[in-house]
């Protein structure tokens, strides 16, 4: 989904700075903007930013400075209780003494909702997270992901435009989250709801949005749909946090049609694609290939591509591929993976190869 221009804007941060003692930014000049309908994720280490400005979008915090508008308003006055967000937490936050169909029920009472109305309000949200035979449980009764699910029930029951996510599968065991992401993101788009999810998870980034804000340090490195992030990161950061990466040293020689040669620290060549503002010739670079991208098998590898030796140092069997460690240009711990097929070899440790890959595959970025 393209970025919102600012005419079909839902949400908009226009240099929105957040502090806490006055003196240390935590968000730090944030411009972003969310069109209707587009499940956008927040990801990042701890302490990146990401969950200090769901806060500020819910109400629950103030920014320091700049401007949060829904729908072309700004909301930095209003109270989270009149911002109509719905909210779904890790903790899932459901009243131990009420029944799930009063926790559901709870949010529009609130509102002054009638009776009727609300009762079948909450039947939809109950039916539509597959819940409609445990209004008259409470939370303690209920497993994990079944509470997880009254509680994304109890955030979409209103009917709000907006819903923010925290962490919101963190509780939960592998099996059950894969499952919950898909049925969150399906939900997000049969409703036409827009969404903001802040996770630490790079997989769940990448798997349930339309786009990810992949936040550093206060500020957002990359803004992009996952496929982007993943094949073109634009920094070092974000080639090293989303997804297995391998990188090499080096210095810029020259840049011709396009492609930077980088003498790597060993004093090989290989070119890649100039990314990074820095790269320059002259200039230290750190090289970054995804270990699905390098070939070992000879007769795979084009004619014309760079090869570098390398050492094998252990020899992975994972069924559906094979994970190989090597010594690479000085690195001790660089990856690749090949599917598991009749005509790729299975390599020993000790074992001198050559491998090699596209030039376009490699991307030389920030050092």
Known sequence: MADATASDAFVEFERVQKSYDGETLVVKDLNLTMPRGEFLTMLGPSGSGKTTCLM????????????IRLGGTSINNIPPHKRGIGMVFQNYALFPHMTIAENLSFPLEVRRIGRSDREA??????DMVEMGAFGGRRPAQLSGGQQQRIALARALVFEPELVLMDEPLGALDKQLREK??????????????????????????????????VFDDGRIQQLDPPDTLYE?????????????????????????????????????????????????????????????????????????VHTLKAEVKEFIYMGDIFRTRLSVAGNDEFIIKTRNAPDVDRLKPGQQIEIGWLPEDCRALDA
Do not use: W
Request: aromatic share 4%; net charge negative; glycine share 8%.
């Open 121 to 126: 309000k909450v039947k939809r949200a109950l």
């Open 56 to 67: 500020m979008l819910a109400g629950f915090e103030t920014a320091t400075h700049g401007d």
């Open 232 to 304: 073109e990161p634009k920094n070092s950061f974000v080639a090293q946090f989303i997804g297995e990466n391998n990188t090499l040293e080096g210095m810029v020689k020259e840049i011709n049609n396009g492609l930077a040669l980088v003498q790597l620290d060993d004093g090989e060549l290989i070119d890649c694609q100039p990314v990074h503002e820095s790269v320059k010739p002259g200039a230290r670079t750190r090289v970054s290939i995804r270990p699905e991208r390098v070939e070992y098998n000879k007769d795979r590898l084009k004619e014309g």
């Open 180 to 213: 919950m992401q898909f049925e969150i993101t399906n939900l997000a788009h049969e409703l036409g709801i827009t969404t903001v999810y802040v996770t630490h998870d790079q997989t769940e980034a990448l798997t349930m949005s339309d786009r990810v804000a």
